[in-house]
């Protein structure tokens, strides 16, 4: 059973930035892929970001590509998301996964884009972007 955990989220101006973190429990975490997915209000949970077990790959969704940045320690057992020059379209609430199938991705280094792919999910945090 692996626990995973956000934090970070609340309200910011636009343009303004937080960072987000994610921990996940268990020794085994340096070899999980994790991603961040969102769901706002009214619409379907998207992909936003995900990173490879040694963090040597990643992936962003269109929508956040260049403002936002994914990094892990796995010392610390974490993934951070830091999002800069947030928008009001940004406003959701943020899960963090963990893939610990160690299947392709994890033989390719590589993670998915795909929410089904990751079997552990937080319980979220949220992130309003409003003036």
């Known amino acids: 059973q692996v626990h995973v955990l956000e934090s970070g989220g609340g309200l910011v101006q636009p343009g303004g930035s937080l960072r987000l973190s994610c921990t996940a429990s268990g020794r085994a975490f340096s070899v999980y892929a994790m991603g961040w997915f969102r769901q706002a209000p009214g619409k379907e949970r998207e992909f936003v970001s995900s990173i490879s077990w040694s963090g040597g790959y990643t992936s962003y969704s269109d929508s956040v590509k260049g403002r936002f940045t994914i990094s892990r320690d796995n010392a610390k057992n974490t993934v951070y998301l830091q999002m800069n020059s947030l928008k009001r379209e940004d406003t959701a609430l943020y899960y963090c996964?963990?893939?610990?199938?160690?299947?392709?991705?994890?033989?390719?280094?590589?993670?998915?884009?795909?929410?089904?792919?990751?079997?552990?999910w937080g319980q979220g945090t949220q992130v309003t972007v409003s003036s």
């Open positions: 996964a963990a893939d610990t199938h160690l299947g392709s991705y994890y033989y390719s280094d590589s993670a998915s884009n795909d929410a089904t792919d990751f079997d552990y």
